[in-house]
């Protein structure tokens, strides 16, 4: 299996080529050549198969550059009941007739990117033990995708975090767990300044080639292929949960921000999963849904995004969204390179007069909602009432678009992206009382924290890192 450019301009990949950049070297996004099918005889003995087993027979199809044996000893380190809470690792629970929800959100950090970022954290080590090299990875995040990067990477040779977030402004839980690893390979540096600011700085610092290679600078964002591949396998798992046989088709509602999860949702379609349908949710900043329904994407300003009480989908545009409209256009690259041009100097492009965003609801099966903060707090409260099942803004997002599009003989599947416990004030909003949280985390934000605070310039990130790692 290789992996090309959605824009046209990149030779073939392996999987291990890839492993570490979702971006193409023309610009585009890396994406598989084509998706591997999986056959009925193969639904038949998935369907029994454990989680960590289950895995290895999905991913084994994307990561063919790997050995067998290899791969399939890293998964299973991976996926155990120690780290994931259950033996099922995502297990479905019932929220009513044909409503279900699938638990993705008991990892490390409570939320689903655990999910991918744990299964990264032993393929990027074995890599670099492999290669002999080191690898140093730098991001900003608000929330969640830090976090999950630095439990999946704590402790791991060769690798080390720097982790940039704004000082200051995520919630005290949040930043409690970040703050207090104390592993000596993991760096919190809280920037003077807001997110934008902070993810502007390490674009700035990424920018610099000389720096980036010299300092083995690599990124563990929503475009990476690797994640994407993991996530995949949960829509596997959720079908099978859901159904008897392989002849039903089921519906999996997704809370979406960057497009990654629901993406790896139409792989699994792709693949020949029984899906249905799609159903893309989003809150207020409704990039997705506004697409979705109308056939014009148009990316939202910084100014024009809005925070809200389901944080992690507050986006401006969807990084994974390109990988999407490069299959929708028959992957015809000049078309895809064509569009991101337009949206690069416009700010969006208009699909709704072709064919193709005419007949994408009957062929890809995506349908969308875009949620508010009183529908959002309406849901919580609603599933508590009706189902006794506290659920996290983001996962009520989900299932107030499940509602939505639920229809009989049809089950419905919402992913659940987070746990409550991370989202308390929201959830006192909704209920009158805080989230429980799990006991091991009862006293987290007593803990002693961990972060040097620095000013949003480039080059003092540039010299915090080169001191650490002692490369001049
Ligand atoms: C990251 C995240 C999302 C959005 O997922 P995408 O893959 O970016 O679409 C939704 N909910 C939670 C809690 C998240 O952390």
Redesign the pocket.
Known sequence: MNYISTRGGMAPKSFSEILLEGLASDGGLATAEHYPEVTEAELEVWRFLPYAELAFEVIRKFATDFAPARLRGLIQKTYTARTFGTVEITPLVPLGEELALLRL?NGPTL???DIAMQLLGHLFEDALLESGGELNILGATS???GS?AEYAMRGKSHIRVFMLSPHGRMSPFQTAQMFSLTDANIFNIAIEGVFDQAQDVVKAVSADRGFKERQHIGTVN?INWARVTA?VVYYFKGYFAATRSNTERVSFA??????????AGHIARMMGLPIARLVCATNENDVLDEFFRTGVYRVRSASETRQTS?P??D?SK???FERFIFDLLGRDPKRTRELWDELEEKGGFDLSATPEFRGLAERFGFVSAASTHAVRIASIRQTLAETGVLV?P??ADGLYAARRFQRAGEPMIVLE??LPA?FAATIEEAIGRAPERPPALADLETLPQRYVVLPAYAKAIKEYIARQTGIA
Do not use: E, L
């Open positions: 959100s939320a689903f990117k929330g969640d995708t999950a929503s996530q997704v809370p979406s921000g960057n497009f990654g999860n629901i993406y389901s992690s989908m986006i969807a990084s994974n996290d983001h996962t992206t987070a991370k």
